[in-house]
């Protein structure tokens, strides 16, 4: 593994044509990490992995670019299913199911957080002799560790395997091949990826099981509401039964 002294990373007055966006207001910081570019030490798999990358067919290509954003969909609507699913469940169900989107926004808050902390330049600009990305390397400033995309990923795979029994067995594959493909297209390092599934994942699980309970409190008494609109957010719940074995709610 390359450490980020390493010669084949170069410098960032190197890498860009132009002078970059605050060079010389003292930023001397933010300046250092984005010159060194690669924390992890890492570049000499990104670029393994991003020459792999061009040596395959045109579709996977094509896929790869699709999938990096389009599984971000694919978990919103499995975040809808989830909270349509839980609603003839236990009250507990149905917290855990909707804090499953409220912990993936706040997993992305602490990485976005972290990002303009560490600043640590994308691969596209700071490792050099790589190829080219397959999409356009972001803007300056838009840093790279850890990974937004892969942080989500992590989050919402975790959110969602809390709330729906088994479905890990779609969701884990999913984050970390959504992972892969920010390696894939060339936009980020692979620690960037590593780093921000296993953080997404855990600050999920974390609050998944720190706001349960305060939830399925909230849950119990809009389901005991006067307003229809407030007890179909929450759910009717499973149906009782009476003790002639007919189903009441």
Not at 23 to 47: F, P
Not at 95 to 102: E, F, R, S, T
Not at 152 to 159: E, L, N
Request: a neutral charge.
């Amino acid at each position: 593994m390359n450490s980020i002294l390493e010669p084949d990373l170069a410098p960032a007055a190197v890498a860009h044509a132009a002078p970059l966006p605050g060079e010389g207001t003292g930023e001397v910081a933010g300046e250092t990490l984005a010159a060194a570019g690669n924390l992890g030490g890492t570049s000499g798999l990104y670029r393994d992995i991003l020459d792999f990358a061009h040596s395959t067919p045109t579709w996977t290509k094509d896929v790869a670019e699709l999938w990096t954003e389009l599984g971000l969909l694919v978990f919103a609507a499995l975040f809808l299913a989830g909270w349509w699913r839980s609603r003839r469940f236990s009250p507990q169900a149905t917290a855990v199911a909707v804090l499953a989107p409220l912990v993936t926004g706040v997993a992305y808050v602490l990485s976005e957080t972290f990002k303009s902390v560490i600043q640590e330049e994308r691969p596209c600009r700071a490792v050099a002799n790589a190829a080219a990305s397959l999409v356009p390397c972001p803007p300056y400033g838009d840093w790279s560790f850890p990974s937004n995309h892969s942080t989500i990923a992590g989050a919402a795979a975790i959110g969602l395997a809390l709330a729906w029994r088994h479905l890990w067995r779609l969701t884990v594959p999913m984050a970390i091949l959504m992972g892969f493909s920010r390696i894939f297209v060339g936009v980020h390092y692979p620690h960037d990826v590593v780093v921000g599934l296993v953080f997404g994942g855990l600050v999920a699980w974390g609050l998944v099981r720190l706001c349960t309970k305060p939830l399925t409190r909230l849950v119990v008494t809009m389901r005991g509401s006067d307003s229809e609109a407030v007890v179909w957010l929450a759910g009717p719940g499973a149906p009782r039964h009476s003790a002639g074995g007919e189903q009441v709610r």
